[in-house]
């Protein structure tokens, strides 16, 4: 994995985590059997057939390995879908597939530290809620959690206690399970008690707007792009002349645009032969693009879209020599989206819910002292 790819999975971790406290779905049970058969090890091994008391510590509080086996499920569940874009086989066994080429950490690693950190959240939220007295319908949530665990037992052909041992592993019975899943909903409805009473104002929600317009607002513009007929192979004179018309035909189509003629019609004539169809439908409009941002339009001219200066109509030809590409722009308008404010709302209340969790859950350390956890102490 590269770098940039460690850092996207560890936002995906920061966001699954935040996720997951947010949403009553606590376990899409029928996913978790086709990742468990998928995946072959996503519980740790069972030393003769004993469900270790301590697992690992949270605090001064032991963690056993079923609760950790249900952590380590879930996580890996919510990853299930995005494992094969960083290159998991889910065919082979989590624990022989390196994850960090820097320390060697596995797949396995990487969700039973995922999961250590979701115990770790979950510890420190339970007894903040429980500090606070807040009240959380827990009972409910559990029954309905029941219900469908039920259900999908009887599905599968499986009796109830059976059905928890093919999810969490070797000792897991409604029993054994019923304390440890009534902690994480406590950890679910409390996070969601939080993001209530630590909502974000919609005056914050404007400051921040106008503040980073840039990274809110979406643009609409018209484009059409002129490649140059070249290859790799192409010599230093053929690409210079290939250039030269490429710029000199888009340059002729961008003179009729700023006089006055309809881009979109023009579209159908500069455009390459085989798109001309498209562009001349006018049902499609291919040349238009609406709600472009800056954060989801990658394109080498988004400095000119949202340059402070840009007006409604200005128009420009934009050269993107390492690619032999130009464009032929039209900008439209600027505009703040209908969801924008609402969006930095959500954002905003995450952000500092998120603050106040893990500032709670510095005071629990993880630690490992039977070294199940080995990856967590490089």
Known sequence: MTKYDRKVLAREAAARREKKKRILGIISTAAIIVCIIALIVVVPMVKNRKVLKEYI??????????????????????????LPYFGVDTSKPLSEQVYDSETGATWADFFNEQAALSIQENRAMVDDAAAKKVSLDVENEYNTYMNQIKTEAKEAGMSLNSYFV?????????KTMKDIIKNDITAILYYQYLTQTMEASDEEA???????????????????????????????EEITSAMDAMTARAQEMLDKVNAGEDFETLCATYAPEEERTEYADSET?????????????????????FDASRKDGDTTLFTDEDDYTCYVLSFEKRYMGDTVLSNIKQTLTNSAVTEYVNTLSANYEI?????????MEQ
């Open 166 to 174: 093919s999810l969490f592993g070797t000792g897991a019975s409604e």
């Open 367 to 375: 630690s490992d002292p039977h070294g199940n956890l080995p990856a």
């Open 57 to 82: 510590k949270v605090g001064d509080v032991s963690v056993s390995q079923l609760e950790f086996n249900y952590h380590r499920a879930n996580t890996i569940n919510s990853y299930s879908q995005i």
């Open 206 to 236: 404007q400051a921040e707007y106008e503040e980073n317009k840039d990274d809110y607002d979406s643009v609409d513009y018209r484009v059409l792009e002129f490649a140059a007929d070249v290859t790799d192979e192409s010599a230093e």
């Open 285 to 305: 409009d291919k040349s238009l693009v609406t709600g472009a941002t800056a954060s989801s339009s990658y394109v080498p001219y988004m400095d000119w879209l």
